[in-house]
């Protein structure tokens, strides 16, 4: 066990899968005390026992991070149960391949836009307050190396209009605003931009050989991150450690965008 963040308060979203799940799992073991949200019950049901086998004890509160009421109720649930919020990590995202297969080009842009920006937003919004009274804190947005570059030509993963990139180039810029408006406040706002990971999100693309093969030779390092890998990140991110970094944009992508 660490103790990197020990004594910390954080809210994990998307934490039933995934690079959220990662966060949660790690955080618990540097000390912190979670409360971990998704959109899927069972998948925080699951979490639950993960954490209660690995010695540890998670608060779990099922929202929707686009809406308001939801985001009210996640963060106060934190203060409900510990009086306080010193970490938020925004990891609730989608790509337009999870939207429902019958929607058009326009519905699948609006419902990307909505989880990966609008909720970042507005779970920003609200635990900004909460750690305003707590004394400060320490926000990590979980953006992407597509919010900073273009997908390449060679994987057939956008048309020149997929959503996905645009959203996190949205994150990226509202993490840099942020960063700078609140870091003299105490709260640091950070992003992670993660290359190709073995998520929920990439799974119906990796199982493609093909492209699998081509996503791993698009990296430098020669293979796709895990969420364990980026989840390490955040954490340093989250914790004291990273006192003198705001608004800071950080690659977790085995050289991608270093090429």
């Given at each position: 066990?660490?103790?990197?963040?020990?004594?910390?308060?954080?809210?994990?979203?998307?934490?039933?899968?995934?690079?959220?799940?990662?966060?949660?799992?790690?955080?618990?073991?540097?000390?912190?005390?979670?409360?971990?949200?998704?959109?899927?019950?069972?998948?925080?049901?699951?979490?639950?026992?993960?954490?209660?086998?690995?010695?540890?004890?998670?608060?779990?509160?099922?929202?929707?991070?686009?809406?308001?009421?939801?985001?009210?109720?996640?963060?106060?649930?934190?203060?409900?149960?510990?009086?306080?919020?010193?970490?938020?990590?925004?990891s609730a995202g989608i790509t337009p391949r999870t939207v429902r297969a019958e929607a058009d080009f326009e519905e699948r842009w609006e419902a990307v836009m909505a989880v990966n920006v609008k909720g970042t937003l507005l779970m920003c919004?609200?635990?900004?307050?909460?750690?305003?009274?707590?004394?400060?804190?320490?926000?990590?947005?979980?953006?992407?190396?597509?919010?900073?570059?273009?997908?390449?030509?060679?994987?057939?993963?956008?048309?020149?209009?997929?959503?996905?990139?645009?959203?996190?180039?949205?994150?990226?810029?509202?993490?840099?605003?942020?960063?700078?408006?609140?870091?003299?406040?105490?709260?640091?706002?950070?992003?992670?931009?993660?290359?190709?990971?073995?998520?929920?999100?990439?799974?119906?693309?990796?199982?493609?050989?093909?492209?699998?093969?081509?996503?791993?030779?698009?990296?430098?390092?020669?293979?796709?991150?895990?969420?364990?890998?980026?989840?390490?990140?955040?954490?340093?991110?989250?914790?004291?450690?990273?006192?003198?970094?705001?608004?800071?944009?950080?690659?977790?992508?085995?050289?991608?965008?270093?090429?």
């Open positions: 066990m660490g103790t990197r963040l020990q004594g910390k308060v954080a809210i994990v979203t998307g934490a039933g899968s995934g690079i959220g799940r990662a966060c949660v799992l790690r955080f618990l073991e540097e000390g912190a005390s979670v409360v971990a949200t998704d959109i899927h019950p069972s998948a925080l049901e699951k979490l639950a026992r993960e954490a209660a086998e690995a010695g540890g004890k998670i608060v779990t509160v099922a929202g929707d991070v686009t809406r308001r009421e939801d985001v009210a109720r996640i963060v106060q649930a934190a203060l409900s149960a510990y009086g306080r919020l010193d970490v938020l990590v925004n919004h609200a635990a900004v307050e909460a750690m305003r009274a707590s004394g400060g804190g320490s926000i990590v947005n979980l953006a992407s190396v597509m919010g900073t570059v273009g997908y390449p030509t060679h994987l057939p993963f956008s048309d020149g209009f997929n959503a996905y990139p645009q959203s996190k180039g949205a994150v990226v810029q509202m993490t840099r605003d942020m960063g700078v408006r609140l870091a003299a406040e105490g709260i640091r706002v950070n992003a992670v931009c993660p290359g190709f990971v073995y998520t929920a999100l990439t799974e119906n693309v990796t199982g493609n050989p093909e492209i699998h093969e081509l996503m791993k030779k698009s990296h430098p390092i020669g293979r796709l991150g895990t969420a364990e890998e980026v989840a390490n990140v955040i954490a340093f991110l989250a914790s004291d450690e990273a006192s003198f970094v705001a608004g800071a944009i950080w690659a977790v992508d085995g050289g991608y965008t270093a090429q």
